[in-house]
């Protein structure tokens, strides 16, 4: 099985977010995941933050969209309902999800963290346990190469 389709949760207009695509399509299964926001313009989704869960993805997207799990996410839905500028033109967040095994989540979150540098994992406020274990400054080792 591969990722699945983007699943859009749209504000209302006092900036309130609608869990109800969470509730529908989110598994309770172990997995990765991504928290995104599109750009109109070019109709790209814009990774936000990428997670995991060894038990339950739709406990972990739920807690990020009550404003209980990233930092990141939750400023950004404290700022959408604050109306603040920044969010003014976000209308929703989206997710997507891809189940794993248990012992893959971690490794596989690693993966996709590395690929994209979503803000929400590497934002300085963080503390570097947030980050996976492979990806912390002490664990990372940097190729350049000869170009």
Known sequence: MGWSDWYECSFDSKGEIDLNPVHSHAPNQPGIYAIAMKDEKYND???????????????????????????????????????????????????????????QARGMESLFVRGTVPIGNVQQKLSQS??????????????????
């Open 45 to 103: 989704y814009i990774v936000q933050y990428i997670g995991m869960s060894t038990t339950d993805i739709w406990k972990r997207l739920k807690a990020h969209f009550t404003g209980k799990g990233n930092k990141y996410i939750q400023t950004r839905l404290e700022q959408k309902r604050d109306k603040h500028r920044t969010m003014e033109k976000v209308n929703a967040l989206y997710f997507m999800y891809l189940e794993t095994s248990k012992e």
């Open 130 to 147: 947030s980050l996976p274990r492979d990806l912390r400054d002490t664990e990372v080792e940097v190729e350049l190469d000869d170009d």
